[in-house]
């Protein structure tokens, strides 16, 4: 085959409208974290949580770790929301309150600190009743719906509500 002398020209590139994403962190007043842990309605939720849980548990327990390991946090912004069952188990356990507590960051490391799931499950126990870790260990293994728009907008305003209130 012969090759052309001739350059091909190629079109011209048509400019698309810019679609503007909505931006979720604007709408609830909240700064966008450098790596929020998960996308939309879900991340803005998990972040309000944390930082809920974190300062409030910070305070009611004087900065100890949920699963007794005896470590002492000296800032609730340097501490961890930990999950019992972790978050990747499935939506039913990943946002109940019973299932989240302030972990050190070292603790809420499986790979530094493998054996904070048994602490943690008695500190539960302790706390909401005997065999709440059972019955959160059951519920993570079932498959429950997410949840809709709706649903995340009433649980992240109730969050920010309860955060404002904390001293």
Not at 82 to 96: I, L, Q, V
């Amino acid at each position: 085959m012969k090759k052309s002398y001739f350059k091909r020209k190629t079109p011209s590139k048509r400019s698309k409208p810019r679609v503007e994403k909505f931006n979720h962190w604007k709408a609830y007043g909240l700064t966008k974290p450098a790596k929020p842990r998960f996308q939309g309605l879900q991340g803005v939720l998990w972040y309000v949580v944390s930082r809920y849980i974190r300062k409030s548990e910070y305070q009611q327990y004087n900065g100890a770790c949920v699963d007794g390991c005896g470590r002492i946090v000296e800032d609730w912004r340097d501490a961890d929301c930990g999950h019992f069952r972790a978050s990747s188990r499935g939506f039913c356990t990943r946002f109940d309150r019973r299932n989240l507590g302030l972990q050190t960051k070292y603790c809420n490391n499986p790979t530094w600190s493998p054996d904070s799931a048994y602490g943690f499950g008695r500190t539960i126990d302790e706390r909401y009743g005997a065999g709440t870790a059972d019955e959160l260990t059951r519920l993570s293994h079932k498959v429950c719906r997410e949840w809709t728009p709706n649903e995340y907008d009433i649980a992240i305003k109730g969050y920010i509500k309860l955060f404002e209130e904390l001293p």
